[in-house]
Each structure stands twice: as C-alpha cells, then as structure tokens.
C-alpha cells in the first residue's frame, strides 16, 4: 500500500444507495435539495481493506511504500508523454486520487430525507463477495 493507509474512504453499498434515491423521489421528500449519500461510517483504506479481507474470510498483510516515488513518477510520465500527444498511462491527478480524503457527512440526507443506511459495511462486503462469487468473478 502506498502512503501510510490512513486516507478516508466512504464506502456506499448500492441497495443504501438505491434506498436514498427512492426516498429523495418522494414528493413530501428532496424536492429540489442535493444530497450526499453514503453508508454510515467512513474508515481509512487501511481499515477498508482489512474489512475486504474478512469479508471474503482471507487474511491480509499490508506492506506500506512510502508514495513520493508514485507521485514523481506521475509527473515524468505525464511531460513524457505529452509531446507525442499519448495519455499518461499515469498522471498526478489519478496518483491524488490514492491521496485524497473522501469522508463526508450524510446529516443532511438523514435530517432532511430520514435516509438512514440500512445496510452495514460488513454486511455489503459480504454481499457484494457473495455475488462476485456466484458471478465467477472471483
């Protein structure tokens, strides 16, 4: 894992997600309002990626890499790439992405909508392992 696995993620299973659009298209409910959706808690990806492992009943060691080589990386290839007019295959802007924090607070979708998601992190981890299992995906 690059960088020290402490980066916010929030997860969203997608049955939370279907449940909020259906109470926002309530005529008595979201009329005009934008709302973040996402399940109840955040957790880092270090957290998130533990919580994978159990879901799919495997053990997991996570090595950390410091990041600094990802990023340089990012830039030389962007400027090596951009005289020949190809797409970085990696550039600083997808390397942020690894590094930026996404927690964010539902509250206005619970106090507004009453959107509580119903299902947990564990639980659509579960799921979601479960259905790529019986996709053979996995």
């Known amino acids: 894992m690059y960088g020290d696995g402490r980066t916010l993620y929030h997860p969203l299973y997608i049955e939370n997600f279907l449940d909020a659009f259906e109470i926002a ?28 492992a ?3 009943n ?4 996570i090595v950390h890499l410091p990041i600094w080589p990802i990023v340089a990386l990012g830039h ?11 797409p970085p295959p990696i550039h600083p802007r997808r390397v ?7 927690a964010f607070s539902i509250e206005r979708a619970r106090r507004e909508l ?18 790529y299992r019986r996709e053979a995906m996995i």
Do not use: H
């Not at 005529?27 to 919580?51: C, H, K, M, Q, W």
């Not at 030389?76 to 190809?86: L, N």
């Not at 009453?114 to 259905?131: H, I, K, N, Q, T």
């Open 114 to 131: 009453a959107f509580v998601p119903a299902v947990s992190l564990d639980d659509g981890l579960r799921r979601a392992y479960e259905w």
């Open 76 to 86: 030389a290839v962007e400027k090596a790439c951009a005289p020949f007019g190809i």
């Open 25 to 52: 298209m309530r005529e008595d409910r979201g009329v005009g309002g934008t709302y973040l959706i996402a399940d109840e808690t955040y957790l880092s990806i270090e957290n998130l990626v533990l919580a994978v």
């Open 96 to 102: 942020d992405w690894y590094r930026q924090t996404r």
């Open 58 to 61: 495997r053990s997991v060691r």
């Open 54 to 56: 159990k879901a799919m």
